[in-house]
């Protein structure tokens, strides 16, 4: 093999105690399980770890294992745009399909009629030129598509030449210790310089295209977002700097012109969320996920009873529907409990602040219970995560489609409760509780909030909240890893003080944490869909925060990207085509804002206290009518689809039709060919033909 042709997979397996004078061997089910990767045609090579304790197993994809097997599955890829045009041109008369020529219209879309077209593969002869490929790649299995597909003959089933292996199970059980793709040294630096080079690179410009091939779309698609979400906050940004400084110089937290910022950012919520769904539908056109459907399989920790199948009769795992309705009402009374203990420490924090209030510390009482309120928040969240994880482990879902929506349900309205409980208390509750009366008896005008403007401690509990959010947040992504890392090197120093003195790239890479897939993608949006709810809730209160937000998400991209590329393994490429259930929870959050913001400026500013009760309900109605209607309105003017890509998807089917799958035309279609010398019969005759007489006209 050339050495320019790395390995795509590193599996790490368990080996049998060594006796005395003799290397370790594999266990059994090691070996058992190498034999099924070498007759599937994988290009193995096995060497032991450092100390012996483990065999890393290299494995690289043979070139024709792999057309077969995406052939076999129809494995879409891209088609060249270029030989598109020529095939549809030139027809086919043998089918017979007639030349055609798309018409390109730059008015109605600006994608070329065979750009972004994908099919599924072929290896004949006939069609795989088709498929595009790379500069100087001789086949259309360039790095990022050889690995899906690598991954895929493992798992895949044999009679289509895979190794029908489910690697999850076996790590559940110990026969495999690790199985990861392995870093491609040339193309991560490819992307290191693209990516991590300029550390001043906007949001907008990170090289989604790059990230995409080498993480896989569903990470690629959480970067876009971040990106267009991070991009779409600098103009509130700006403002809310701005505000900000109008506020302070006024010292009036209910400055007249902060309900105009309210209906900004709401409107802002909505137009930044509509912009992204087209976002989306160009990306995942663009990605070949347009009509992407992952094949969806049974968790291998799913449990249950095996039977036939009642619908065609095949083995499969069966769990009684009653037992799992149990199961998801015994999770939903768990959260409930817990949501409800959440709401008591809220409750207890703000006793401690009216019993502060009359101490010494008194002025500092509202920052001190907001620290408390901001620790509590971090501490509930952070035990949450585990319980969530048993909860959901608990229920027993079959798919891993169903365990990360049901994971995301749990873990946001937790969050929610955990999160806004204390803002909600504050903004709508608080101003309307008695008054506390002090120590001889008479009343104080603070009010249930400590301030006579009930902004200003919704401010200082968002400074302190939001604040220890991204320190800790910061920390966790920024400083942890670094810290890990250094004694990580410290180690990998220790290692090669050993006997064999050189620690290979497969083991070193097994001994860098795991990025868990599903978990992690779960964490980064969680992160962003609660930030989102503190930008949209209650901004008016510090419309600095904006700014906050802004810079944080900057970092936030470039300690990802950081923590991908050096402090973790490879993660397993995934396909997406949209954000999944977080679209749904983005848009409950802009609905929940219009409303938010609709009662701060009514119930929580000083600018309407003036008005009657009725006055300011009419306000608070028209208000959310308002936007709700602009946002109908522009929910109308900006289509989820865009017209380009629902044309583009219709090319792609007929495309599909002519070039790959040689629909023959239709009659209709049919044109044909004659000699132009030849003088055609056009005779117009007198009768009808005798096979047209019929009855009495016989």
């Not at 989820?640 to 599909?656: C, H, M, S, W």
Request: glycine share 6%.
């Amino acid at each position: 093999m050339s050495v320019s042709q790395p390995y795509d997979l590193c599996v790490v397996l368990p080996t049998e105690p060594s006796v005395e004078g003799k290397d370790p061997q594999l266990k059994e089910k090691g070996a058992k399980l190498v034999e099924q990767l070498v007759n599937a045609s994988f290009i193995i090579y096995m060497h032991y770890s450092d100390d012996k304790d483990e065999v890393i197993v290299l494995i690289r994809g043979e070139e024709q294992q792999m057309r077969t097997f995406a052939d076999a599955i129809d494995m879409p890829m891209l088609l060249d745009k270029n030989i598109l045009e020529e095939r549809a041109k030139a027809g086919d008369p043998s089918v017979p399909i007639a030349p055609f020529d798309i018409l390109h219209l730059p008015e109605v879309t600006a994608l070329t009629p065979y750009e972004s077209i994908w099919g599924a593969y072929s290896q004949s002869p006939e069609d795989e030129p088709i498929f595009w490929r790379p500069h100087g790649y001789q086949t259309p299995f360039r790095e990022s598509v050889r690995l899906k597909v690598c991954l895929a003959i493992v798992s895949g089933p044999k009679r289509f030449g895979g190794c029908d292996i489910s690697m999850r199970k076996k790590m559940k059980n110990k026969e495999v210790l690790g199985f990861f793709p392995l870093h491609n040294m040339k193309k991560r630096h490819e992307l290191n310089q693209a990516w991590l080079g300029n550390k001043w690179q906007l949001p907008q410009h990170q090289p989604f295209d790059l990230i995409k091939n080498y993480f896989g779309e569903k990470i690629g698609l959480y970067f876009k977002f971040l990106g267009h979400y991070t991009n779409w906050l600098l103009l509130p940004a700006l403002i809310g700097l701005v505000l900000q400084l109008i506020v302070v110089v006024s010292g009036n937290f209910s400055h007249p012109t902060v309900p105009f910022f309210s209906f900004f950012i709401a409107l802002w919520a909505v137009l930044m969320l509509e912009f992204w769904k087209r976002k989306e539908q160009f990306t995942s056109l663009a990605w070949g996920m347009a009509n992407f459907e992952a094949t969806e399989t049974e968790r291998p920790e799913y449990i249950g009873e095996e039977q036939n199948s009642y619908i065609d009769g095949s083995k499969m795992i069966f769990f009684s529907p009653a037992k799992a309705a149990a199961r998801k009402d015994t999770a939903v009374g768990l959260i409930s409990l817990f949501s409800l203990l959440v709401l008591a420490c809220v409750a207890a924090v703000f006793v401690i602040r009216a019993v502060l209030y009359r101490t010494a510390v008194g002025s500092y009482s509202s920052f001190v219970a907001s620290l408390i309120n901001s620790f509590t928040i971090t501490v509930f969240n952070f035990l949450y995560s585990i319980i969530s994880t048993k909860l959901t482990d608990f229920e027993n879902c079959r798919t891993d489609t169903l365990y990360e929506d049901s994971m995301i349900t749990k873990l946001f309205m937790f969050q929610f409760v955990n999160s806004y409980s204390s803002f909600f208390y504050l903004a709508f509750v608080a101003p309307y509780r008695p008054t506390p009366s002090d120590d001889d008896g008479q009343e104080n005008n603070v009010g249930e909030c400590g301030y006579d403007d009930c902004m200003i401690p919704l401010a200082i509990n968002l400074a302190t909240v939001y604040g220890m959010r991204l320190t800790i947040g910061n920390f966790m992504e920024v400083c942890l890893p670094m810290i890990l890392k250094h004694f990580a090197d410290k180690k990998e120093d220790e290692d090669r003080t050993s006997e064999s003195g050189i620690i290979s790239t497969g083991e070193r890479e097994y001994r860098m944490p795991v990025y868990d897939q599903m978990k992690g993608s779960i964490d980064d949006y969680s992160e962003l869909a609660i930030q989102f709810g503190y930008m949209t809730f209650f901004l008016a209160a510090l419309p600095v925060s904006a700014m906050f937000a802004f810079l944080n998400n900057f970092v936030e991209i470039r300690s990802d990207a950081y923590k991908l590329m050096k402090n973790h393994q490879r993660p397993r490429p995934a396909g997406a085509q949209d954000i999944g259930s977080w679209g749904a929870i983005f848009s409950v959050v802009t609905t929940i804002c219009v409303v938010t913001n609709a009662g701060l400026i009514v119930f929580t500013m000083e600018v309407l206290k003036m008005y009657s009760d009725m006055t300011r309900m009419w306000v608070f109605m028209g208000f959310q009518w308002a936007l709700f209607s602009l946002q109908y309105i522009i929910d109308a003017m900006v289509p989820d689809e865009p017209l380009e890509v629902g044309i583009q998807k219709e090319r792609t089917n007929f495309l599909n039709d002519k070039i790959l799958r040689r629909a023959k035309d239709d009659d209709d279609d049919v044109v044909v060919n004659y000699d132009e010398g030849e003088k055609l019969d056009l005779q117009i005759c007198a009768e009808q033909p005798e096979c047209m007489i019929y009855g009495d006209e016989l």
